[in-house]
Structure formats: C-alpha cells, structure tokens
C-alpha cells in the first residue's frame, strides 16, 4: 500500500524567504505526483503535475521535482509571500486509473 | 466557468439518517472522485468513477454508496449515517488522455462540511 509522508507538518518563514516542502513515498512505482494548496474552509488547488517520466515542472515561482527512485519530491518556492500562507499536499498517482494517495500536509506561514 | 460545485457546503444530521451529497462538473471529465479529509489521516478515496455508469471503491468505501448515471454528477450517498463519517467531503474530477496524454491534474470543489449528530 502506498504511503506518503511530508515534512514537515508545519513551517514558519519570513515574507522573501525561499524554501523547500518534502514530500516522500513508499512505492516508486507511480503514474505522476500532484502539488495541491488548500486555504483554510477551502477546497484544493493543483499547482503542479509531474509525470512519471519527467523530473520537474515549473510555473512562476514553484519549482517541483521528483526523483521516483528514491521516492522523493520537492516543492520549491521562490521569494515567499504572505498569500502564500496555506496548506501544501502532496499527492502521488496510482499505475491505473487516476487515483490519487495524498500526504497530510505542510502548514506554511509565511509572516510579513 | 463553474467548474465543479458542491452540494450543500454545511449539513448536520442525526445517526441513522440518510444524506446525500451532490457533486456537479461542467467540463465533461471522465474521472470524478470522493474523498473525505479527517484531522490525522488526510485526505481519503471513498469512490470514484472512470465514465458514466463505472465505479469503483476506493480506500474507505463502507458505509457510503455512489452512483453515475450522468457524465457530469457523481452523487455520495450515506445509507445509515454513523457518527465517524463526520468529516468534510470533498468531490474531484479530471480527465485522461490515455497513457501517452499521461493523467491530466484533479480539480476539486470547495466541499461539503458534513456533521451527524
């Protein structure tokens, strides 16, 4: 059964900081991964999907990468902002079909 | 541009009862899902459907029953509702291009914040 862990669960940044969210996964067998955001009483926003043959996509300030042997992604911000604050999801897709395994989170709290 | 909307957002209840959450799509995606997001366990595939009148269990299926007879709506209905499907519910869709296009990203809606009392 596939797994997926993010660390860490919360993180604290001064507004222009860059930083790097984690992401890891037990299986390396996957179809793509999935960058999500969601905002508090919101529902999720993808910000980001890599294919399983490729090793990073990017748009604007965010940078992703994914290395499926080691089971790792990364998700890189540039020059934080406060509207940046929000909940990060990693999300990993199954061989078949379209479903997705999500991690539970990185709070992010970026302060002006 | 609606995109894909929830049905209702807030719904308390009591055990016992049935509900049903309601979930539309104006793009025409083959896929659509059901998860639930509960404090601990993040969020978790109740259902989902490849294309009308095909669905299939996810990880937490018991309890819930789902049905696709339209392209865009994907109806989660709790048969008996029981007090640990307290939870926000949230319907995706997304559609395929095959193994060549690769899987196209989900969109979600903005979920339904389910109490059962």
């Known amino acids: 059964k596939q797994e997926v862990t993010q660390i860490p669960a919360a993180l604290s940044v001064p507004e222009g900081e860059n930083l790097v969210l984690n992401c890891s996964f037990t299986?390396?067998?996957?179809?793509?991964l999935q960058w999500f955001r969601q905002d508090p009483g919101k529902g999720l926003t993808s910000l980001l999907l890599?294919?399983?043959?490729?090793r990073e996509q990017t748009s604007g300030r965010l940078n992703a990468s994914l290395d499926k042997s080691s089971g790792r992604s990364t998700l890189y911000i540039a020059a934080s902002q406060p509207g940046d604050s929000a909940t990060y999801l990693c999300?990993?897709?199954?061989?078949?079909?379209?479903?997705?395994?999500f991690g539970e989170g990185t709070q992010l709290t970026v302060n002006p | 541009d609606a995109g894909i909307t929830q049905s209702p957002r807030y719904k308390i209840t009591e055990t016992g009862r049935q509900v049903t959450l309601m979930c539309h799509q104006t793009?025409?995606?083959?896929?659509m899902f059901w998860y639930r997001q509960d404090l601990g366990h993040g969020l978790r595939l109740i259902y989902y459907?490849?294309?009308?009148?095909?669905?299939d269990k996810g990880e937490v299926p018991d309890g819930y029953v789902v049905s696709r007879s339209k392209t865009e709506n994907f109806p989660l209905t709790l048969e008996s509702a029981t007090r640990s499907q307290t939870s926000v519910y949230f319907c995706?869709?997304?559609?395929?291009?095959?193994?060549?296009?690769?899987?196209?990203?989900?969109?979600f809606g903005d979920g339904t914040r389910l109490s059962i009392l």
């Open positions: 995706a869709s997304s559609e395929s291009r095959g193994i060549v296009g690769g899987n196209q990203p989900q969109h």
């Open positions: 299986d390396s067998a996957i179809y793509n």
């Open positions: 890599i294919q399983s043959s490729q």
């Open positions: 999300a990993v897709g199954e061989t078949s079909g379209s479903r997705l395994t």
């Open positions: 793009w025409s995606h083959s896929y």
């Open positions: 459907s490849a294309a009308a009148d095909i669905t």
